[in-house]
């Protein structure tokens, strides 16, 4: 069976059994408790889309408020991981030191799209020891 007839078949039942099972930590079209993540990712240097927004806003909630310890993003390549995790970042209610795990083929665009997103921040490449001293 391909994906698609998949999803077709048995979406509905999925997002039933999902909406019974899990207890949302937010909900965009009723936005409470994120109003200090917003006032905090209203400092980044560059703005998230508000897509992007509504998502960052959400796992700050979960990780901050909810002290939700785990949380992924997970999209297609383009659809602005690295912004939704620095606006997470941002939102923090302290500075805080992030572990960005990335391939390496992707380490000088986290440092830079770090760079020109977050203000003040200060981005170590791991995998130079001259960075490290």
């Given at each position: 069976?391909?994906?698609?007839?998949?999803?077709?078949?048995y979406?509905?039942q999925?997002?039933?059994?999902i909406?019974r099972s899990?207890?949302?930590?937010?909900?965009?079209?009723?936005?409470?408790?994120?109003?200090e993540?917003?006032?905090?990712?209203?400092?980044?240097?560059?703005?998230p889309?508000?897509?992007q927004?509504e998502?960052?806003?959400?796992?700050?909630?979960?990780?901050?408020?909810a002290?939700?310890?785990h949380n992924?993003?997970?999209?297609?390549?383009?659809?602005?991981?690295?912004?939704?995790?620095?606006?997470?970042?941002q939102?923090?209610p302290?500075?805080m030191?992030?572990?960005?795990v990335?391939?390496?083929?992707?380490?000088?665009?986290?440092?830079?799209e770090?760079t020109i997103?977050i203000?003040?921040?200060?981005?170590?490449?791991?995998?130079?020891?001259?960075a490290?001293?």
């Amino acid at each position: 069976m391909q994906l698609k007839e998949f999803v077709d078949r048995y979406g509905a039942q999925i997002g039933a059994t999902i909406s019974r099972s899990l207890e949302p930590v937010y909900d965009p079209e009723a936005p409470a408790g994120v109003d200090e993540f917003i006032q905090r990712m209203d400092g980044l240097k560059r703005a998230p889309f508000p897509v992007q927004a509504e998502i960052a806003k959400g796992v700050a909630k979960a990780l901050y408020s909810a002290k939700r310890e785990h949380n992924f993003i997970v999209g297609e390549m383009g659809t602005g991981k690295t912004m939704l995790s620095l606006a997470v970042i941002q939102a923090a209610p302290r500075p805080m030191r992030t572990l960005v795990v990335s391939p390496t083929h992707l380490v000088e665009k986290w440092k830079r799209e770090a760079t020109i997103t977050i203000p003040g921040v200060r981005v170590v490449d791991l995998s130079d020891q001259t960075a490290i001293a």
